[in-house]
Structure formats: structure tokens, C-alpha cells
């Protein structure tokens, strides 16, 4: 039986992940270069990955950059971008539903600390999650299951009972890897995915009930 849901935030709680392609999109094309959203997706839901953005850039102009001044000047137009970003449809009513139903709710992130909670707490959602583990608390982000594994064991829930829910593939990954039910919800960078290990995928979190998630949980 559910008994709690543990959440990504990133492209899930709250859609960062094309601003985060659209920052580096635009420092590429300041340089007159492009990021192809194919080679983007190797890192989207993890740290590291098999790309590094700063390493692509310097072999496709031909120049070597500040990546400490790079880093901030993405940074800065991130977080201007994402203060700006709705929840994605749905999240609110589902948390609060969860809540009501006496569910356990949990946060793991491959973000850091900082990002995640500080958005958690502007946007009011802070309270409901008993747990959130970020890339700090672990030794190796998604799709490596510690994260999910922290959490569990955080909240108290054996994998058989919890249903992780996600947007990309290496988070699918790490839920699967953990032992839990997996729900996807895909985003405008990660619709193309192969999402066929999910045990549900959806459009939108909208008008999606607790009765729906019990079943596949």
C-alpha cells in the first residue's frame, strides 16, 4: 500500500529545466555557436553526465573562457528566469491531497541544498515534505539510487510502499534502482525521452486524483 511520495523538484515541482538548456542556449549563441538539445539531455536529471557545457563551448569556438564567470553569468540568468516560473500544473493540489491522506512526503534532488530548499521555501511548499536530500547529502547523484535510498530511510517507508515522481530519464533510473513505482511526467526538454521502465507516464499532474497513484503505487 502508498504510503508516501517522494518528489524531484527539478523539471517536476517546478519546470527549471528549459531555462537551465535556455541559459546555456544563449551564452552558445553569444558566441555564435549552438547547444544541441540532444547532447544537453546527456545531464538533464543528474550533476555531471558524460557533457560538460564549459568543455563543448571552448572546442566549438576555438577560445578559452572564465568558467567561474560563466557559471555566474548563467547563474544569475537562471534564477532570474525561474522566479518567474509557475509550479508546474497539478503539484500544489497533489501535495496538499498527499498531505490530507496522511501520506508521507519526501523531496530528492540532484540539485543543491541552496536551490532546492530556497525555492521550496519561497514558493510556500516547504512544510509538507518530512524529507528533502539534495547532491550534498549522497556520494553519487541520479541515476544512482542514494538519493532515493536517504529518503526512504528518512521518512521511515520501505521502496515497496513509496511512488517516486519524476521527469527524466536518470531519475527514472535511480526510483527503479531504489526499488519504488515510478510516475513521469515529462517536460518540454524531456518529452522525447525513453520513458518505458516508468510504471506511468502522464502529460500532466492536473486533475490527477490519489486513487490513480494508490493503484500504481
Known amino acids: ?6 518528489f524531484d523538484f527539478d523539471g517536476t515541482i517546478l519546470d527549471t529545466e528549459r531555462h537551465d538548456y535556455g541559459c546555456w542556449s544563449e551564452i552558445y549563441q553569444a558566441h555564435k555557436v549552438e547547444l544541441p ?7 538533464v536529471g543528474t550533476v555531471h553526465g558524460d557533457f560538460d557545457p ?3 563551448l571552448e572546442t566549438l569556438t576555438g577560445r578559452s573562457f572564465d ?3 560563466l557559471r555566474a553569468q548563467r547563474r544569475q540568468r537562471l534564477v532570474e528566469l525561474v522566479e518567474q516560473e509557475a509550479l ?27 536551490w532546492v530548499e530556497g525555492h521550496l521555501v519561497s514558493r510556500g511548499l516547504r512544510g509538507y515534505f518530512g524529507v528533502v536530500r539534495t547532491v ?3 556520494a553519487r547523484a541520479k541515476p544512482d539510487p542514494e538519493l532515493y535510498l536517504s529518503a526512504l530511510a528518512a521518512l521511515g517507508v520501505a521502496p515497496e510502499h513509496a511512488l517516486a515522481i519524476e521527469d527524466s530519464r536518470h531519475g527514472m533510473m535511480a526510483a527503479k534502482a531504489a526499488g519504488m513505482k515510478c ?9 522525447s525521452f525513453d520513458f518505458s521502465e516508468a510504471d506511468l507516464v502522464l502529460r500532466t499532474l492536473a486533475g490527477v486524483d490519489l486513487d490513480r497513484l494508490f493503484a500504481a503505487g
Open 1 to 6: 500500500m502508498l504510503q508516501a511520495i517522494i
Open 37 to 43: 538539445l540532444a547532447t544537453w539531455s546527456n545531464i
Open 54 to 56: 564549459h568543455q563543448l
Open 67 to 69: 568558467r567561474a564567470e
Open 88 to 114: 508546474r500544473p497539478g503539484v500544489q493540489t497533489l501535495i496538499e491531497a498527499a498531505q490530507t491522506a496522511g501520506l508521507r512526503l519526501g523531496v530528492a534532488s540532484s540539485g543543491t541544498r541552496d
Open 136 to 138: 550534498e547529502d549522497v
Open 183 to 191: 510516475l513521469v511526467v515529462p517536460n518540454e526538454i524531456t518529452q
